[in-house]
């Protein structure tokens, strides 16, 4: 015991290799970085059996495609993340997206500037993720009811505003958040037509970065993070604790409409048409990109690395397999399973 | 020690759910380095008086008093910035985090910048442990990977970093084995010389006896006994819980034998 004592009394040096550097690791942390190897070389495994199976996979074109296709599912995952950390679950982003994209739509098309347009659409996802806040916090509703609740109202306020019908004609300047990109290079080729030399990295792209980084931050750095995280652990421990629970779980709510919000003025902006039908089911690629990068359902578990990777399986898998040309039956079953086999997998390393 | 004035004073305290009165008129005081045993058992509403001074359940009448002051105790919070500290029996720690996160939950240090300051907190969390018991290790595993006494150890070690004048244990020695019950046993001794006031729930009948000034025994809600320990013997004291009185022709035992 004595010995002990004096070997534990200052902490291990720090490590010099790669091999110390995993030695000096806590049983936890080595978990954390072999769940993140494991999804990730899952996606490396795809992005190598995409690439021998077809010759357009593998490109710097490729590859901004399937980032840019990958930014909804990202934006959502990200924000349905946070809430699942609080132990709750948000149902109604697919349907807040829509409603945040055609009310964006629709104020433009009335001759508001697109930016004042758009910031009123963000600020409408917010307003939904708020409201499903209040209805778990103060009406005490399973977060499952009320998104669920908060889903279909969305769905069809967006459709009764639009009447079903898609809002066009939005002028081009609302397609350049979804449609512009950093550093795109164009030469004029010898037939006069322009050749790009690099497709330049999308807006949505470098958003859907920015975000991440900006919401892993929160979450790992400051309090109201941590809060999240223990909420979704222990809620009557935080509470007694002295957290603010309701405040807790309003803000991962309203993080995550904020980020519907987001996704919805993007989407639109992609098809420079306000879609009340759009985003139908993305809720649950969203909920699966969580899944498949770590996120427990059960709350207090989850990053947003992980989510991200989670995200990029799900996108790269979609694209790898429309490059086959393999049709999106079999492309729903295959995904399917790849949710099952990942959590199985997580499930199966956490037992022990 | 009673020409002090008393650190804790509860006076007529009522709660009531719907018809069932879970606590009647209950009056209660705690003097500085003293430990008040309370007695009861299960649904005898101690573990209710316990949770509305460490502000997790409200109350429907009644008056508490910090050193003196009349205060209004409507969440843990409040309690928290009256010095009181409580170590729950199930010990509301958040098993997904690790031990600095939990010490630190809800008054998390922070840089100047307003972001989490892991290390310092690691630091104080080590010491603090440390003291309790030298063999901690791994503080930053999950704490849900842990032991149930190095839980325990988390949860008494909450409860004392922060300097408090009260501190509740609600059965801090269930889940323990022998030499960690001794170590809250002399944790307990140490509060007491430090003058903090200490209310200890406990269905140890031994514990509560070596180490209780003061025991409060009470039954249905209400309180029914309310003796210096020298005064009743373990017979005495399970009859005021199961019968709610004392043995008949009952004397103070420390007057008889002498």
């Known amino acids: 015991m004595t010995s002990e004592r004096t070997t534990e009394q200052s902490p291990p040096p720090r490590a010099r290799s790669p091999f110390l550097f995993w030695m000096n690791m806590t049983g936890d942390e080595r978990k954390d970085l072999v769940q993140k190897f494991a999804a990730l070389f899952s996606l490396v495994v795809l992005i190598i059996a995409f690439s021998l199976t077809s010759n357009a996979f593998f490109s710097l074109g490729n590859a901004m495609t399937v980032s840019l296709q990958t930014t909804s599912i990202a934006f959502l995952g990200i924000g349905v993340t946070v809430v699942i950390l609080t132990g709750g679950i948000d149902l109604s982003v697919g349907s807040v997206l829509a409603l945040s994209g055609t009310v964006a739509g629709l104020l433009v098309k009335a001759g508001w500037p697109v930016y004042a347009g758009m910031g009123a659409g963000v600020l409408v996802g917010t307003l939904c993720g708020i409201i499903n806040g209040l209805v778990v916090t103060r009406l005490k509703l399973a977060p499952f009811i009320a998104t669920l609740g908060m889903m279909m109202i969305a769905r069809g306020v967006a459709l009764q505003l639009t009447g079903a019908a898609p809002v066009s004609q939005l002028g081009e300047a609302f397609g350049e958040l979804g449609n512009g990109s950093f550093f795109r290079m164009l030469e004029k080729g010898a037939n006069g037509l322009p050749h790009m030399i690099f497709p330049g990295v999308p807006y949505p792209v470098v958003l859907m970065v920015i975000m991440a980084i900006i919401v892993a931050f929160v979450l790992r750095r400051l309090s109201i993070g941590r809060h999240i995280y223990a909420v979704g652990s222990n809620e009557e421990a935080s509470r007694l604790a002295g957290v603010n629970v309701n405040g807790t779980k309003m803000f991962a709510y309203a993080t995550s409409g904020f980020l519907a919000g987001i996704t919805g003025i993007i989407l639109m902006s992609r098809l420079v048409t306000a879609q009340p039908n759009e985003g139908v089911m993305y809720e649950l690629d969203a909920i699966a990109a969580a899944v498949i990068g770590g996120t427990s359902l059960m709350g207090g578990v989850g990053t947003i690395s992980g989510t991200m990777i989670g995200a990029f399986v799900i996108g790269i898998l979609r694209n790898g397999l429309n490059m086959n040309g393999v049709s999106s039956f079999i492309q729903q079953i295959i995904i399917g399973c790849v949710i099952i086999g990942t959590v199985y997998v997580d499930h199966l390393r956490n037992r022990r | ?258």
Not at chain 2, 125 to 138: M, V
């Open chain 2, 1 to 258: 020690m009673n020409a002090q004035s008393p650190v804790v004073e509860m006076n007529n305290i009522i709660k009531r759910f719907g018809g069932i009165h879970a606590v009647e008129d209950v009056s209660l005081n705690l003097y500085p380095g003293e430990v008040v045993g309370v007695l009861g058992h299960n649904g005898a509403g101690k573990s209710c008086l316990m949770k509305i001074l460490s502000g997790a359940m409200g109350y429907d009448g009644g008056e508490i008093k910090i050193q003196g002051d009349a205060v209004e105790m409507s969440s843990p919070i409040d309690a928290r910035h009256c010095g009181i500290e409580t170590i729950y029996q199930t010990l509301a720690l958040a098993d997904h985090l690790n031990a600095p996160a939990n010490l630190f939950l809800g008054r998390e240090l922070k840089t100047r910048f307003g972001m989490l300051d892991d290390r310092k907190m690691e630091e104080e969390t080590r010491k603090a442990l440390r003291s309790l018991n030298p063999n901690f290790k791994n503080i930053t595993e999950a704490v849900m990977n842990m032991s149930g006494g190095q839980r325990q150890v988390i949860a008494i070690a909450r409860a004392i970093y922060f300097n408090a004048r009260i501190v509740i244990m609600d059965e801090p020695t269930a889940a323990l084995g022998p030499s960690e019950t001794a170590m809250v046993a002399e944790l307990i001794e140490k509060l007491r010389e430090r003058g903090i006031g200490i209310f200890l729930i406990s269905h140890d009948m031994d514990d509560v006896c070596e180490l209780c000034d003061r025991i409060v025994v009470m039954k249905n809600g209400r309180k029914v006994g309310e003796h210096q320990v020298g005064e009743v013997n373990k017979d005495d004291i399970l009859s005021l819980i199961i019968k709610g009185e004392l043995p008949d022709n009952w004397v103070p035992r420390n007057r008889t034998t002498v």
